[in-house]
């Protein structure tokens, strides 16, 4: 890794040694520089779990991705400066379908610093933009919304909610098992091929906003949210790639397909 590519990629300037401001400025960098998308999918390439490519497709081609790559190099990142940082797995609560989906379904980041712990994550769609502190039954407010953390019997859960101090919507469910990037290989393929999963059935793209607000393509529809309030504007099919490289910075190679198709529940109940 360079690191110094890696930082301009996501706009960070300043100290890199390993402290709480650091860990809060290189995740809300990252969130306000990288998407989270699916558009390898839907270009016929291949995504493999392997950090050259990884870095290569985010950092120097101007990327984003989803989960396993976003999280799986910025763990890289975070360790490469020292950062006590291990990646452990989620299931992520798909708000379409209302259901969680499979073990290993999502990767997210357990950071230990000065003796306190901290969830991030920087591949998810409805994500925060500071890190979160992990104490149970507590409220993080912030500029994108109110998240709560909640922990039962080892299982921490991460909720938002509209309104402090009543129940909201899951978002994912999680335990401190370490993980290793490989790990979710084969959930890395599930995702690129399953009808139960959002990666395959939606061709999209979505960046934060410094101000909590968030930019969405998906399919042939360009989605503004603001909190709760979204505006949607339909687009052809000949708008789509200015559109990604205007609005995302994003220009793809290969034969684009946009894709928008229903989600089928995945087969467990929760």
Same mark, same amino acid.
């Given at each position: 890794?360079? /690191?110094?590519?890696?930082? +301009?990629? $996501?706009?960070? !300037?300043? =100290?890199?040694?390993?402290? #709480?401001?650091? &860990?809060?400025?290189?995740?809300?960098?990252?969130?306000?520089? /990288?998407?989270?998308?699916? +558009?390898? $999918?839907?270009? !016929?390439? =291949?995504?493999?779990?392997? #950090?050259?490519? &990884?870095?290569?497709?985010?950092?120097?081609?101007?990327?984003?991705?989803?989960?396993?790559? +976003?999280?799986?190099?910025?763990?890289?990142?975070?360790?490469?400066?020292?950062?006590?940082?291990?990646?452990?797995?989620?299931?992520?609560?798909?708000?379409?379908?209302?259901?969680?989906?499979?073990?290993?379904?999502?990767?997210?980041?357990?950071?230990?610093?000065?003796?306190?712990?901290?969830?991030?994550?920087?591949?998810?769609?409805?994500?925060?933009?500071?890190?979160?502190?992990?104490?149970?039954?507590?409220?993080?407010?912030?500029?994108?919304?109110?998240?709560?953390?909640?922990?039962?019997?080892?299982?921490?859960?991460?909720?938002?909610?509209?309104?402090?101090?009543?129940?909201?919507?899951?978002?994912?469910?999680?335990?401190?098992?370490?993980?290793?990037?490989?790990?979710?290989?084969?959930?890395?393929?599930?995702?690129?091929?399953?009808?139960?999963?959002?990666?395959?059935?939606?061709?999209?793209?979505?960046?934060?906003?410094?101000?909590?607000?968030?930019?969405?393509?998906?399919?042939?529809?360009?989605?503004?949210?603001?909190?709760?309030?979204?505006?949607?504007?339909?687009?052809?099919?000949?708008?789509?790639?200015?559109?990604?490289?205007?609005?995302?910075?994003?220009?793809?190679?290969?034969?684009?397909?946009?894709?928008?198709?229903?989600?089928?529940?995945?087969?467990?109940?929760?």
């Amino acid at each position: 890794m360079d /690191v110094r590519w890696y930082l +301009l990629r $996501i706009g960070y !300037q300043g =100290p890199a040694q390993p402290s #709480l401001e650091t &860990l809060h400025r290189l995740h809300r960098c990252h969130l306000l520089s /990288v998407p989270f998308e699916s +558009l390898s $999918i839907h270009c !016929q390439e =291949p995504i493999a779990l392997a #950090l050259p490519l &990884l870095y290569d497709k985010i950092v120097r081609r101007h990327r984003g991705g989803f989960c396993f790559e +976003l999280n799986g190099l910025f763990l890289w990142l975070l360790q490469t400066l020292g950062f006590c940082a291990k990646a452990v797995a989620g299931r992520v609560r798909n708000r379409f379908t209302g259901r969680y989906g499979p073990p290993l379904d999502h990767m997210v980041i357990w950071v230990q610093l000065d003796g306190r712990s901290f969830l991030c994550d920087v591949g998810f769609g409805e994500g925060f933009l500071d890190p979160l502190e992990l104490k149970p039954d507590t409220e993080h407010v912030q500029e994108g919304g109110i998240f709560w953390l909640g922990n039962k019997e080892g299982v921490w859960v991460l909720e938002r909610r509209d309104v402090p101090g009543e129940q909201g919507r899951p978002l994912y469910q999680f335990t401190l098992q370490e993980k290793k990037l490989d790990d979710f290989t084969g959930m890395c393929l599930y995702h690129q091929t399953s009808p139960s999963s959002i990666f395959a059935c939606k061709s999209f793209c979505s960046l934060q906003k410094e101000d909590g607000s968030r930019l969405t393509y998906m399919g042939w529809r360009l989605i503004s949210t603001v909190k709760e309030k979204r505006t949607e504007t339909v687009l052809q099919s000949s708008e789509i790639l200015a559109v990604l490289r205007e609005k995302f910075g994003i220009k793809l190679r290969g034969n684009f397909e946009p894709k928008d198709e229903d989600i089928l529940p995945p087969p467990e109940e929760d």
